[in-house]
């Protein structure tokens, strides 16, 4: 089994951001950083491709969304690494996969199956 440190990606040089260890995620923290609408939002669409802060659209202010983005970070959901000026963020499939199996998937299905009740596109 790879090591937490194999787990962080790369980061540039003098711009690393804080990301915990796989040992370090915690089930309440993830659940808690899943709770939020604009957060399960941000998850959605790192599901399917990694993306800048501008590239999700959520109806929040700047400093709102690079909060949300935060908080995901530091519960271990995604993982964000500067390319240039971009922050870009990818969702931290293969750990939360290997921490609580079938979770993400369950969350993200779920989602999709509000969408569908609430008549969402």
Do not use: W
Request: proline share 8%; glycine share 6%; with cysteine.
């Amino acid at each position: 089994m790879p090591s937490p440190e194999a787990s962080t990606p790369p980061l540039a040089p003098g711009r690393a951001l804080d990301h915990p260890g796989r040992d370090a995620i915690r089930l309440e923290g993830v659940l808690h950083a899943l709770s939020d609408p604009m957060r399960l939002r941000v998850v959605r669409v790192l599901a399917e491709r990694e993306a800048t802060c501008s590239d999700v659209e959520l109806p929040v202010s700047k400093s709102t969304c690079t909060h949300h983005f935060r908080v995901l970070r530091e519960a271990g959901v995604i993982s964000q690494v500067y390319r240039g000026t971009a922050k870009v963020n990818c969702l931290r499939r293969d750990d939360l996969d290997a921490l609580f199996p079938g979770l993400l998937d369950s969350v993200l299905a779920a989602a999709s199956e509000q969408d569908q009740r609430a008549g969402a596109p």
